[in-house]
């Protein structure tokens, strides 16, 4: 299980996504976001090298929940730039590059062994601490085809899905898929 620091990050995780998500074809506020972590989970690498997190974000500006997936690592990983959103400077583990999940080997093999029964999600802010409510309605073969559900809500479809947790803009707490494999 992994251990969660309490500790500082320069550049913050909210401000690499800030500058980041703007960019990307899922987005749909105007301008600069004004990002709010309402929601997400961890998956555990069975080597411990990479990190994982499932950020569910606001963008206050805009009203709209986002699904931001991320990646942390001790170094870049070859064929990675098109997925980097930055390096950050962790005060535990030092130099963290941080990537967009969906373009990350380990975050992709990770997902598919959570898809196959084969892995628990983790609570997003407390070490050594399984999150049951994040849910799978059921198992998949780990080749399916992955979809990241960039825009999350509520209820869930067809096919084997993920489904996370997120408070909205009430403080209302509220379930959806997060992830999809058909």
């Known amino acids: ?5 309490a500790t500082t990050m320069d550049p913050t995780k909210t401000e690499l996504l800030t500058a980041w998500l703007p960019h990307q074809e899922f987005f ?8 709010e972590t309402v929601g997400g989970f961890r998956l555990e690498d069975p080597a411990g090298e990479v990190g994982m997190e499932f950020i569910i974000a606001i963008d206050r500006q805009d009203s709209v ?26 005060g535990v583990l030092g130099l963290r590059y941080i990537y967009d999940g969906a373009g990350d080997p380990v975050w992709n093999q990770c997902v598919r062994d ?30 399916g085809s992955l979809e990241i559900i ?4 509520t209820g869930s479809g067809p096919g084997s899905e ?5 408070q909205d803009l009430d403080g209302v707490e509220q379930r ?6 058909a």
């Open 65 to 90: 929940t986002y699904h931001l997936p991320l990646s942390y690592r001790g170094a870049a990983f070859p064929g990675g730039e098109a997925h980097l959103l930055g390096t950050s400077e962790h």
């Open 162 to 166: 993920v489904i996370g947790l997120w």
């Open 1 to 5: 299980m992994g251990i969660i620091y």
């Open 114 to 143: 959570l898809f196959a029964g084969n892995s628990t999600p983790q609570h997003q802010n407390i070490s050594d601490t399984d999150e049951p409510r994040v849910s799978l309605t059921r198992p998949a073969a780990a080749a």
């Open 150 to 153: 960039r825009r999350p809500v």
């Open 176 to 181: 959806g898929a997060v992830l999809r494999m």
């Open 28 to 35: 749909i506020g105007a301008g600069t976001p004004q990002l």
